[in-house]
Each structure stands twice: as structure tokens, then as C-alpha cells.
């Protein structure tokens, strides 16, 4: 028993100094002590990420994922690879990161961190976004990965708040470009392109700091194609429907100026061509006004300086994003030059209203029969005079008050903000107005006044809200003359 002594004594000491010189470490997932080789690992990818060693963060990382494939650090570790792809920066580094957190987001969709790789993912694309004068493709991505984002996770609200402040901004950008896009056809008079474009960008971003000058080039657009129909020969009946309803979409543009953007610079213009038309000027709500207010206001302005070195950035100036308001998650539908077109060609033969009861007439030309694969025809054509009315439906006679365009020597410049005092039709009595007995309330064409958000501001609520706002930006020209 004696010769055992000293062996026990022995491993006594060992097992004591084993303890001594082995310190427990916090395991941040279980909370509890641990020993593990996985978390030496672990722990040495940390330190060498913390020192900007990237790669051999990434190799420790590697080889505690295939050494212990079901260690508690799995996840981590798999999110840490990505971590360090997005820390080291630059094209090749991100495009992999975007990789590994696609990864991450596949192999554990359930576990918090998922929303955090998602708005890494966007954050990606939001990094290498271009001004709107070149390559978009990194907006675009931006925008569906942030779209992904909020209707994905919508429960991590902080995540989610972030995604949609930098949704706003990328969709400003993405805007900017539409309009500028838009504005290049408008000036080549190639005004279904650019009704096309404005349509589309104003259907999807609302939110857009420009909205009125988008709008108002909008309207001058369908006034342009008026101009460049009644400069051309042709059938005076077709002539006359498409200029009723180039008219009414001019009007629906500037309209909405005045309702949904009553405090940006382009309502006092967007009236006078309302009363130029001889359309109803409509007054905003209440409702409206508001909104508006809160959107301007949280519109920020670029310092001088930035202004200054934006122009050697890569990177677009954001300042004037709205912060405020929800950024539209769905696309609507495009709008294209040829359903432009379309549109106008069925206004012409009397059915522009969709799914109307109104049918289509098909006339023949001439004698002979329409050619096979014949193109079909542009809103700029001019109307054959073969095209006439039959004879028991005869050309109603020139009307002496016909509306004439806003033109000088060339029949294809408009000039919007023009003295309309030498006209010798008076605009048309407003239903819409505010009567002064009303007390600010909207008295419409049945006498009822609306209450609540929803009744119509009067001058003063416009003026008031209008010296308020912290944001009386000069956007824009204003006179928008084609080439």
C-alpha cells in the first residue's frame, strides 16, 4: 500500500496543475463554461478579425467548420466568414460576402442574425450605387434586396426601419434617373417616350423630391403632342378626340400637382395651365397639405461643400430623400411608348376608355385592302383626309371658342407660362372653389362640405403651411422649350 503513496500524490499534482493553467471561457451561445477546442477556434478567428487579418480569421473559421461540423459555433462562425468578406471591402471581397450571407440566410433562416445578413446583402449593393447618369444596375439590386428585407422580416423593427430610410433613398436615385430619361425624349419631342417614362416613374415613386417638375413635364408632353396634331393635316373629328383626351391627361397631370403636391414650386405654374385649358382647378385637402408639409420638411439640403466634392464621388447625394412616408414594395405596371400610343389610337376612333361599351369602328381606306403586317399607327401620323365621316354622320362645324395652342412661330415650342389675358374664352366657373362662407370647408357640385381631414384647404391653410416649410427649393426651368 505504501509503494502506492507516491503515485496517488503524483496524479494529484498533475490534475491541479491541469486546472490551474486551464481557464474556463464564456460560451456566448450556451452561457455556460467551456473547455472546447471549437471555441479555442473560434475565439483566435475573433482576435485575428479585430487585427484585420482577414485571411487567417477566415482560415481558423474554415477549420472549425470542417473539423466540428455539429459545434454550437457553426452559425457563427459561418456568419463570421462573411463578416470578414464584407470587412475587407472592395468588388471581389463584397461580391463575396453577398455569397456567404445568402448561405447564412439558406442554412439558418430562423435565427435573428438572418435579417442582419439580409440588410448586409442590400447594404452591398447600396455601397456601389452610381450617380443616376450611369450604371443603375447596383440601385436596382439595392432596391429589390431592401424590398426583400422589410417583407421577409418584418418583425426585427430596427432592421426594418434601417431597410426603409435606405429603400427612400435608393428610390430617389432610381427616380432621378426616370426623370432625366424622360425629360431627354420630352426635349427630342419624342413625347410617347416620355409620357411613358414619367407615367411609370410617378406610379412608382411618389415620394420622389421632383414630383412636381415630373408632373408638369408630364402635362407639357400631352401638350406637345396637341401641338404636333393640329400642325398636321387630317381628319378634324379624329383630330378633335385626341385632343380631348390629350387634354384631359395634360389636366390629370396638372391636377395632381395642385392635390397631391400643393407646396412644391410647380403649383402656381400647374394652375395657370389648368386655367389655359379651361380645366377645374381643384384644391388640396387638409390631408394633403399635411403630408406634403412632413415630406418636405424631412427632406435634407447638401451642404456647399458637399455639393462641392460630390462632383468627384462615385457615390449619389441622397439629401433630398424623404424620410418620412412608406416606400412603395411593389412595382405597378410599366407604362410603355406603345400603350401610349394604343391609347391615343383608341381615343381617336372613340374608344379610349378601357373595357367601355364604346365599339370600335373599322373604316377601309381608299378601295383597297389593308397590307398584311401593316405597323401600327403613331399618335404623330397624319390622319389620311380619305378618312372621312359617312355621310349620315357629317363633320360637326368648326367651333369659333376651340381652345388654340400656346404656340409662337414654330408650331412645335411650348411655352407654358404665357399671358393667357388675350384670350377671349374666360375659364370656366370653378365647382371646386372655396366659397369664403364656408369656413374653410370644400363646397362640391352637390353643396355638401367635406369635414374632417379630408375638407379642403383654403389660401390661408396653403399660405401658412407654405411660409413654414423650411424647404422652398427653385427646381428645374421654368419654361420648358423642346429642341
Request: glycine share 6%.
Given at each position: 500500500m505504501?509503494?502506492h503513496?507516491?503515485?496517488?500524490?503524483?496524479?494529484?499534482v498533475?490534475?491541479?496543475a491541469v486546472?490551474?493553467?486551464n481557464?474556463?471561457?464564456n460560451?456566448?451561445?450556451?452561457?455556460?463554461?467551456?473547455k472546447?477546442?471549437d471555441?479555442?477556434?473560434?475565439d483566435?478567428?475573433?482576435?485575428?478579425?479585430?487585427h484585420n487579418?482577414?485571411?487567417?480569421?477566415r482560415i481558423?473559421?474554415?477549420t472549425?467548420?470542417?473539423?466540428?461540423?455539429?459545434?454550437?459555433?457553426?452559425?457563427?462562425?459561418?456568419?463570421?466568414?462573411?463578416?470578414?468578406?464584407y470587412?475587407?471591402?472592395g468588388?471581389t471581397?463584397l461580391?463575396?460576402?453577398e455569397i456567404?450571407?445568402?448561405?447564412?440566410?439558406t442554412?439558418f433562416p430562423n435565427?435573428?442574425e438572418a435579417?442582419?445578413?439580409?440588410?448586409?446583402?442590400?447594404?452591398?449593393h447600396?455601397?456601389?450605387?452610381?450617380?443616376?447618369d450611369?450604371?443603375?444596375?447596383?440601385?436596382?439590386?439595392?432596391e429589390?434586396e431592401?424590398?426583400?428585407?422589410i417583407?421577409?422580416?418584418?418583425?426585427?423593427?430596427?432592421?426594418?426601419?434601417?431597410?426603409?430610410q435606405?429603400?427612400?433613398?435608393?428610390?430617389?436615385?432610381?427616380?432621378?434617373?426616370?426623370?432625366?430619361?424622360?425629360?431627354?425624349?420630352?426635349?427630342r419631342?419624342?413625347?410617347?417616350?416620355?409620357?411613358a417614362?414619367?407615367?411609370?416613374?410617378?406610379d412608382?415613386y411618389?415620394l420622389y423630391s421632383?414630383?412636381?417638375?415630373?408632373?408638369?413635364?408630364?402635362?407639357?408632353?400631352?401638350?406637345?403632342?396637341?401641338a404636333?396634331l393640329?400642325?398636321?393635316?387630317?381628319?378634324?373629328v379624329?383630330k378633335?378626340?385626341m385632343?380631348?383626351?390629350?387634354?384631359?391627361?395634360a389636366?390629370?397631370?396638372y391636377?395632381?400637382?395642385?392635390?397631391?403636391?400643393?407646396?412644391m414650386?410647380?403649383t402656381?405654374?400647374?394652375?395657370?395651365?389648368?386655367?389655359?385649358?379651361?380645366?377645374?382647378?381643384?384644391r388640396?385637402?387638409k390631408?394633403a397639405l399635411?403630408?406634403?408639409k412632413?415630406?418636405?420638411?424631412s427632406?435634407r439640403e447638401?451642404s456647399?461643400?458637399?455639393r462641392?466634392?460630390?462632383?468627384f464621388?462615385?457615390?449619389?447625394d441622397?439629401?433630398?430623400?424623404?424620410?418620412?412616408?412608406?416606400?412603395?414594395?411593389?412595382?405597378p405596371?410599366?407604362?410603355?411608348?406603345t400603350?401610349v400610343?394604343q391609347?391615343?389610337?383608341?381615343?381617336?376612333?372613340?374608344g379610349a376608355?378601357?373595357?367601355?361599351?364604346?365599339?370600335?369602328?373599322i373604316?377601309?381606306?381608299?378601295k383597297?385592302?389593308l397590307?398584311?403586317?401593316q405597323?401600327?399607327?403613331?399618335?404623330?401620323?397624319?390622319?389620311?383626309?380619305?378618312?372621312v365621316?359617312p355621310?349620315d354622320?357629317?363633320a360637326?362645324?368648326?367651333?369659333?371658342?376651340?381652345?388654340k395652342?400656346?404656340?409662337?412661330a414654330?408650331p412645335?415650342?411650348l411655352?407654358?407660362?404665357v399671358?393667357n389675358s388675350?384670350?377671349t374664352?374666360?375659364?370656366?366657373?370653378?365647382v371646386?372653389e372655396?366659397?369664403?362662407?364656408?369656413n374653410?370647408?370644400?363646397?362640391?357640385?352637390?353643396?355638401?362640405?367635406?369635414?374632417?381631414?379630408?375638407?379642403?384647404a383654403d389660401?390661408?391653410d396653403?399660405e401658412?403651411?407654405?411660409?413654414?416649410?423650411?424647404?422652398?427649393?427653385k427646381k428645374?426651368l421654368?419654361?420648358v422649350i423642346?429642341?
Open positions: 505504501s509503494r503513496i507516491p503515485v496517488i500524490i503524483l496524479l494529484g498533475l490534475a491541479f486546472g490551474c493553467t481557464k474556463k471561457v460560451n456566448p451561445l450556451a452561457n455556460v463554461g467551456s472546447q477546442p471555441k479555442v477556434l473560434f483566435r478567428a475573433m482576435d485575428a478579425m479585430k487579418r482577414f485571411d487567417v480569421a481558423t473559421l474554415q472549425l467548420i470542417n473539423t466540428y461540423p455539429d459545434s454550437e459555433y457553426i452559425a457563427r462562425a459561418k456568419l463570421a466568414v462573411a463578416d470578414s468578406w470587412a475587407e471591402g468588388g471581397a461580391a463575396q460576402a456567404e450571407y445568402k448561405d447564412f440566410e442554412f435565427m435573428p435579417a442582419e445578413a439580409q440588410l448586409k446583402i442590400a447594404n452591398i447600396y455601397q456601389q450605387m452610381e450617380k443616376p450611369r450604371d443603375y444596375t447596383h440601385a436596382m439590386r439595392a429589390e431592401y424590398r426583400q428585407l417583407l421577409q422580416y418584418p418583425d426585427n423593427k430596427k432592421v426594418v426601419a434601417e431597410g426603409k435606405r429603400l427612400l433613398e435608393v428610390q430617389e436615385v432610381i427616380a432621378e434617373r426616370e426623370y432625366r430619361v424622360g425629360r431627354f425624349y420630352f426635349l419631342q419624342s413625347y410617347p417616350a416620355s409620357i417614362r414619367l407615367r411609370t416613374l410617378m412608382k411618389p421632383k414630383a412636381d417638375e415630373a408632373l408638369y413635364l408630364l402635362g407639357q408632353a400631352y401638350e406637345g403632342e396637341i404636333m393640329r400642325s398636321r393635316p387630317g381628319n378634324e379624329y378633335a378626340r385632343i380631348e383626351d390629350f387634354t384631359k391627361n389636366a390629370d397631370a391636377s395632381r400637382i395642385l392635390t397631391r403636391y400643393p407646396l414650386d410647380r402656381v405654374d400647374a394652375k395657370a395651365r389648368l386655367e389655359a385649358l379651361h380645366q377645374p382647378v381643384p388640396p385637402t390631408a399635411a403630408q406634403n412632413a415630406e418636405e420638411e427632406r447638401a456647399t461643400v458637399s462641392l466634392m460630390g462632383n464621388q462615385k457615390h449619389p441622397v439629401a433630398q430623400a424623404a424620410r418620412v412616408g412608406e416606400p412603395p414594395l411593389v412595382d405596371q410599366v407604362v410603355s411608348a400603350s400610343v391609347e391615343a389610337t383608341r381615343a381617336m376612333m372613340g376608355a378601357a373595357g367601355g361599351k364604346n365599339s370600335v369602328a373604316e377601309t381606306v381608299g383597297g385592302a397590307a398584311p403586317d405597323p401600327a399607327p403613331r399618335s404623330d401620323t397624319p390622319v389620311p383626309e380619305t378618312a365621316t355621310a354622320n357629317p360637326p362645324a368648326a367651333d369659333s371658342n376651340e381652345l395652342p400656346n404656340v409662337a414654330d412645335n415650342e411655352k407654358p407660362n399671358d388675350a384670350q374664352a374666360p375659364p370656366p366657373t370653378q371646386n372655396i366659397d369664403p362662407g364656408t374653410g370647408q370644400a363646397v362640391g357640385a352637390n353643396g355638401n362640405a367635406a369635414a374632417g381631414a379630408s375638407a379642403t389660401d390661408k396653403i401658412a403651411a407654405t411660409s413654414s416649410s423650411k424647404h422652398k427649393k428645374g421654368h419654361k423642346p429642341f
